[in-house]
């Protein structure tokens, strides 16, 4: 990753990619919108240095609303069942978890058993990003 893909929220306003030994260095962009680097080296080496500097300007919101139901406002909320159907096997539990280790810490990021949708959202990204790192 040698720069960021920008996006609506994102916008690079600057980027210098180094590499040692010297090469030419040409870009392209594959079908997912990536800038894909190639070098090209003249003479063989013994080592390979690549720095990359990005400048990006972030324009995202702190933390974006969606819009939400009223009937899911609150959780625990409960699907009708239209939306079962439209859940199909998105409903079913992929993997056995006859402990119920995963719920747990799960509900481990969760502050309270009845909370707003949007801040469960918010407590489970926020609290399964910090427990990666």
Do not use: C
């Amino acid at each position: 990753m040698l720069r960021p893909r920008e996006s609506r929220d994102l916008r690079l306003t600057s980027s210098v990619v180094t590499v040692t030994p010297d090469a030419t260095v040409t870009w392209a962009h594959d079908v997912s919108g990536n800038a894909v680097a190639t070098a090209t080296f003249q003479t063989p080496a013994d080592h390979l240095v690549i720095d990359s500097v990005a400048d990006v300007q972030l324009d995202a919101t702190p933390w974006p609303i969606f819009d939400i139901a009223a009937s899911a406002a609150s959780y625990p909320f409960f699907y009708s069942r239209e939306e079962w159907i439209d859940l199909g096997a998105l409903a079913i539990q992929q993997y056995p978890d006859a402990n119920g280790r995963l719920r747990d810490w799960a509900k481990g990021f969760v502050r309270g058993v009845s909370t707003d949708t949007l801040s469960l959202l918010k407590d489970l990204s926020l609290g399964v990003a910090g427990w990666i790192r």
